[in-house]
């Protein structure tokens, strides 16, 4: 068993920690006050060839592995939470799962555009993405021949209003009954679709949320992402690669609070040393460190074994549950260990709790993993 990276994923990770470092860290308290989320960041992700990252080099992507994925989150994560969930965004609710399951002719037309970067990707799932299958569905799609209307509204469209194309889930209906769930990728810039106005989040903020409503949007079959024989295996894929990246996220965030916290506490004095080596002090770093690197592990062995077309949906949900819970709890020691500053804005520490807790709760499903790991335990 080798736990070691590859050159290449090392290098990776490099060159993303100096990007988030150097362009991403700066504006972050800006952008969470304000609740902004900046297009040309995201330009910027692509020019590094990370909007793309688990596609094919056929389709424009960067022809890399979920592991390499998880390692950029990660590192994004470690500065801004909300950056690193745009991309997630994009990359798990969008783009993977069209190369994954859309039809050759919607891949060759999108897949470009959306894995250079040119177009940016969301989603507007709701249960579907948490391993449900359909009665949870917000949308509702009414097929008449080869063209399926879409009517409702979704709450929480991740990229909202900022994405070009939206990968949206809806509860069939042949007119008689329903049938399925069906998952389908919309223009956003197509008629009867709009955007609510902008969700306003405990943490997160910057990363765009808002309602989706279809008002008998019309998709052909073209844009249908699956089909009625494998869409439980595309529930549970989303579901899988979900986790994964908010693992990821969760790590990237409880190291940045471990390093914020360890740094100020080699800086602050008491008694005439560094409150490092208090040992009230020492003993929270060291078990935020431990913790901090289990999460690490278990994060990259889930997207290990989705690499190897293992299955991982039990290691994925473990890691999702360790992960979130290590960055609220790294997050919480972190604001103790700055005392009285750690609830200054300015200090950030704050913000790595708020995003912490959103990556934990995902938005009221926090008790989620729990059960998938139970289910799964029980198969």
């Given at each position: 068993m080798q736990f070691g990276l590859t050159e290449e994923q090392e290098l990776t990770?490099?060159?993303?920690?100096?990007?988030?470092?150097?362009?991403v860290a700066a504006g972050a308290g800006s952008r969470d006050e304000e609740g902004r989320f900046r297009r040309e960041l995201f330009a910027q992700l692509a020019q590094l060839g990370l909007a793309g990252i688990p596609v094919s080099e056929k389709y424009g992507g960067a022809g890399s592995d979920l592991l390499t994925y998880a390692i950029v989150l990660e590192e994004l994560a470690r500065v801004c939470s909300s950056t690193a969930?745009?991309?997630?965004?994009?990359?798990?609710?969008?783009?993977?799962?069209?190369?994954?399951f859309g039809g050759e002719e919607l891949r060759r037309m999108l897949l470009p555009e959306l894995a250079g970067g040119a177009k940016l990707g969301g989603c507007a799932l709701h249960a579907a993405h948490a391993g449900q299958t359909g009665a949870a569905a917000c949308l509702r799609s009414?097929?008449?021949?080869?063209?399926?209307?879409?009517?409702?509204?979704?709450?929480?469209?991740?990229?909202?209003?900022?994405?070009?194309?939206?990968?949206?889930?809806?509860?069939?209906h042949d007119g008689r009954s329903k049938t399925g769930v069906q998952f389908f990728l919309v223009d956003t810039a197509g008629p009867l679709i709009e955007v609510g106005e902008p969700e306003r989040k405990l943490g997160l903020r910057s990363f765009a949320t808002a309602p989706l409503i279809l008002r008998g949007y019309e998709a052909t079959g073209l844009a249908q992402i699956g089909n009625e024989s494998n869409v439980k295996e595309l529930v549970e894929a989303i579901a899988d690669i979900g986790q994964i990246s908010a693992a990821a996220m969760a790590v990237g965030a409880a190291q940045g609070a471990l390093e914020?916290?360890?740094?100020?506490?080699?800086?602050?004095?008491?008694?005439?040393?560094?409150?490092?080596?208090?040992?009230?002090?020492a003993f929270k770093l060291a078990?935020?460190?431990?913790?901090?690197?289990?999460?690490?592990?278990?994060?990259?062995q889930a997207a290990w074994l989705m690499d190897e077309g293992k299955?991982?949906?039990?290691?994925?949900?473990?890691a999702r549950k360790y992960a979130a819970e290590t960055a609220v709890a790294a997050g919480i020691e972190a604001v103790q260990i700055f005392g009285g500053s750690g609830y200054m804005r300015e200090f950030r520490m704050e913000r790595f709790l708020r995003d912490a807790k959103c990556l934990e709760s995902d938005f009221g499903t926090g008790g989620l993993n729990s059960d998938m790991i139970l289910r799964i335990l029980a198969e």
């Open positions: 990770r490099e060159v993303v920690r100096d990007f988030a470092e150097q362009a969930a745009a991309l997630a965004a994009h990359t798990a609710y969008c783009v993977w799962p069209l190369q994954r009414l097929q008449s021949g080869t063209v399926y209307r879409l009517i409702g509204t979704q709450p929480s469209a991740m990229n909202a209003p900022q994405a070009d194309y939206m990968l949206v889930a809806a509860q069939g914020a916290a360890a740094g100020y506490a080699k800086e602050r004095k008491q008694f005439g040393k560094p409150i490092a080596r208090q040992q009230g002090i078990d935020m460190s431990a913790r901090i690197d289990a999460s690490r592990l278990l994060a990259y299955s991982c949906g039990k290691e994925a949900a473990m």
